[in-house]
């Protein structure tokens, strides 16, 4: 008989610095309770600007205020400061001095092409990582394909994806399913299909969950 396994779906954009932070969070409290093998996560496209351009990059500042033309610049590098400093609390390094706006609709059907090759969650990690931190182009296809041989893929499959409308229709459904599930932020992370959490949430948020869940569905954890 197979084993119960508690799912854990994360709707998440390459561009939400709480996306990177919530999914570092869910990790490590699976690696606390050490249930690495009894939760099972799926990630899930969430496109937070589906317009955003493919071909033009700006410095992540210019964009932010180009968003919001009536906020002040001061206020939005203080709101940033504290988004860099939580990440600090968490081991990750958000530089936006070097950050760059781009399209992530590239990134996320690569996503879906890693995962039919067992690395999906490298690749992910590998984009988080070099988005916030090294100032990855989103819109440059050989810095995709980088991080596609860097984690031991075929560059030249890869570039057909990135060239072609492959893995759209994966995107979709996950574009329909967030619509589904009335989400309307991000991360959103939902538990075995039914209860769902919006925001970042901290370690001994998602330790408890996984707890409530594995007595629900009659799971021991280890």
């Given at each position: ?86 990440g600090k609390d968490l081991g990750l390094d ?129």
């Amino acid at each position: 008989m197979e084993n119960k396994k508690i799912t854990v779906d994360i709707f998440s954009d390459f561009t939400c610095p709480f996306c990177y932070m919530g999914k570092k969070n869910l990790y490590d409290a699976i690696d606390n309770l050490n249930a690495r093998d009894i939760v099972e996560i799926n990630y899930r496209a969430y496109e937070l600007d589906e317009n955003a351009s493919k071909n033009e990059s700006v410095l992540k500042y210019d964009y932010m205020q180009k968003q919001e033309p009536n906020k002040p610049l001061g206020i939005i590098m203080a709101e940033t400061r504290d988004i860099i400093d939580q990440g600090k609390d968490l081991g990750l390094d958000f530089n936006y001095d070097i950050m760059l706006t781009g399209n992530t609709n590239a990134a996320h059907r690569l996503a879906k092409y890693s995962k039919t090759k067992g690395k999906e969650k490298e690749f992910i990690n590998k984009v988080f990582e070099g988005y916030f931190t090294k100032g990855l182009n989103l819109n440059k296809e050989e810095e995709l394909l980088k991080i596609i041989e860097e984690v031991g893929l075929n560059k030249e499959e890869a570039k057909k994806i990135i060239d072609s409308k492959d893995f759209s229709e994966e995107v979709a459904q996950d574009k329909y399913d967030a619509f589904q599930y009335q989400v309307q932020s991000v991360p959103f992370f939902l538990f075995d299909k039914r209860y769902g959490a919006s925001g970042k949430q901290d370690v001994e948020t998602f330790e408890e969950a996984i707890k409530k869940l594995a007595d629900f569905n009659k799971i021991d954890l280890p």
